[in-house]
């Protein structure tokens, strides 16, 4: 099994478990491997030391009082960050994946009929229920002109699941 140290473009940073170095490259040129806080398919391998369990316990990561794409999108690399900063950055990250773990599990998945299914609730034709999906930005324009709240979500495509 190999443990691999991942990053984005963003600078996010997350460990991959392959079978073998072929099995990373084999997922990774299939666009299976995936950031899991931006979803981004650019990703590339960072140096990695083994690991080694020495008994010790990690400290829990503070929950940082806000995060997001934007905010990760303006900090440095994260091997150019100070030890402090790169803890507060995991944090941002595990706060946002929990977040979004979070919404897909206590939402339904309408995928493209996002619009469709989000307007007859609107309208009354059918019972309202927490969705979530996908809607073009144009159509995402025409359901807020027609007073119908929306908000784009960057979630993971792999949200809904255990992610390793």
Same mark, same amino acid.
């Given at each position: 099994?190999?443990?691999?140290?991942?990053?984005?473009p963003?600078?996010?940073?997350?460990?991959?478990?392959?079978?073998?170095?072929?099995?990373?490259?084999?997922?990774l040129?299939?666009?299976?491997?995936?950031?899991?806080?931006?979803?981004?398919?650019?990703?590339?391998?960072r140096?990695?030391?083994?690991?080694?369990?020495l008994?010790?316990?990690?400290? &829990?990561?503070?929950?940082? *009082?806000?995060?997001?794409? +934007?905010?990760?999108?303006?900090?440095? @690399?994260? !091997?150019?960050?100070s030890?402090?900063?790169?803890?507060?950055l995991?944090?941002?990250?595990?706060?946002?994946?929990?977040w979004?773990?979070?919404?897909?599990?206590?939402t339904e998945?309408?995928?493209?009929?996002?619009?469709?299914?989000?307007?007859?609730?609107?309208?009354g034709?059918?019972?309202?229920?927490?969705?979530?999906?996908? &809607?073009?930005?144009?159509? *995402?324009?025409?359901?807020m +002109?027609e007073?119908?709240?929306?908000? @784009?979500? !960057?979630?993971?495509?792999?949200?809904?699941?255990?992610?390793?």
């Open positions: 099994m190999k443990v691999l140290d991942l990053h984005c963003l600078g996010h940073v997350f460990e991959g478990w392959f079978a073998s170095e072929d099995d990373f490259q084999n997922q040129q299939r666009k299976l491997v995936q950031c899991p806080v931006c979803g981004d398919h650019d990703v590339t391998k140096l990695s030391a083994p690991r080694l369990n008994g010790a316990q990690p400290s &829990a990561p503070r929950t940082p *009082a806000g995060s997001g794409r +934007e905010a990760a999108a303006q900090l440095p @690399p994260a !091997a150019e960050l030890p402090q900063a790169r803890e507060h995991q944090a941002l990250q595990a706060a946002w994946m929990q979004s773990r979070k919404v897909a599990a206590n998945n309408v995928g493209d009929r996002f619009a469709e299914e989000v307007r007859r609730m609107h309208y034709e059918i019972d309202e229920r927490a969705i979530r999906g996908q &809607a073009s930005p144009r159509q *995402a324009m025409e359901l +002109e007073g119908i709240g929306v908000i @784009p979500l !960057a979630l993971p495509e792999g949200g809904s699941g255990k992610l390793q």
